[in-house]
C-alpha cells in the first residue's frame, strides 16, 4: 500500500530559528516527490518537486532534499518568519488515480 | 502556472440541503480533480472530473452523494447533496498541465453543515 508519513505531526519554533521537517514514503512506482505550503483556511502552494535523479532543490528559504534509496525527504526552512506558520504537506506521485500520495502533514507555527 | 478560483469560498447550510461548488481555472488544464480535507487531515481525492462524461470516482465516494460535472477545459461543479455535519470540510479543485508535473490547488471552499 502507498504511504507517505511526515514527522513531526507539529513543530512549534521561535521566529529566525531553523527547522527540519521529515518525509518517508513506500510509493511505487515512483516519478516526483512534491512538497506544498497550505496557509490555514487556503489551498496547498507547490515549494519544490523533485525526481528520482534529483538530491536537492532550493526554493528561497526553503531546500528539500531527496534520498531515492531510503525513500525519505526531508524540508529545511532557514530563518524562519511569521508567515512561514503553515501546514507543510509531503506529496509523492505514483499511485492513484491522481497519481498522488499525501501525507498529513506537519503544522509548524512561528513564534515571535 | 494556472490560476484556479472557487465559489463560494465559504458556506454554512443545513442538514438535508445541498451545496453546488464552481471551479474556474484560467487555462486550459488535462486533468480536474477534486479532493476533501476533514479537519486536521490531509486530503483525500474524491473523484477526477471528465470533459464530456461521467466522472470517475474513488472508493468510498458516490455519484448521487458528490454529482461533477465539467461541460468544458476550464471549468467544473462539484454538489454535495444531502448534507449532513459528516460533510463538513475544506472541498478543493485542483489541476494539472499536460506540460509540466505541477498540479495546482484552488483556494477550496470551506462547508460546514449544521
Known amino acids: 500500500k502507498n504511504q507517505v508519513e511526515q514527522s513531526p505531526q507539529s513543530l512549534i519554533i521561535l521566529e529566525g530559528k531553523n527547522c527540519t521537517l521529515q518525509c518517508n514514503y513506500t510509493v511505487s512506482p515512483f516519478s516526483n516527490l512534491r512538497w506544498y505550503k497550505q496557509d490555514t483556511g487556503r489551498g496547498p502552494v507547490s515549494l519544490t518537486i523533485m525526481t528520482f535523479s534529483e538530491n536537492t532543490k532550493s526554493n528561497g528559504r526553503y531546500t528539500a532534499t531527496l534520498d531515492a534509496d531510503t525513500k525519505q525527504s526531508s524540508l529545511h526552512i532557514t530563518a524562519s518568519q511569521l508567515s512561514d506558520s503553515a501546514s507543510y504537506i509531503c506529496?509523492?506521485?505514483?499511485?492513484?488515480?491522481?497519481?498522488?500520495?499525501f501525507g498529513k502533514g506537519t503544522h509548524l507555527i512561528i513564534q515571535p | 502556472s494556472a490560476v484556479i478560483s472557487q465559489k463560494p469560498s465559504r458556506d454554512i447550510c443545513q442538514r438535508g440541503t445541498s451545496l453546488t461548488i464552481q471551479c474556474q481555472v484560467d487555462s486550459q488544464v488535462t486533468m480536474m480533480f477534486w479532493y476533501r480535507q476533514q479537519p486536521g487531515q490531509s486530503l483525500t481525492l474524491i473523484a477526477t472530473?471528465?470533459?464530456?462524461?461521467?466522472?470517475?470516482?474513488e472508493s468510498g465516494f458516490v455519484i448521487d452523494k458528490f454529482p461533477i460535472s465539467r461541460p468544458n477545459l476550464t471549468f467544473s461543479t462539484l454538489t454535495v447533496s444531502n448534507m449532513s455535519p459528516e460533510d463538513s470540510s475544506i472541498y478543493l479543485c485542483s489541476v494539472t498541465r499536460a506540460d509540466t508535473y505541477e498540479q495546482y490547488f484552488g483556494p477550496g471552499t470551506r462547508l460546514t453543515v449544521t
Open positions: 472530473a471528465n470533459q464530456g462524461s461521467e466522472a470517475t470516482y
Open positions: 506529496v509523492v506521485s505514483g499511485g492513484g488515480a491522481d497519481g498522488l500520495t
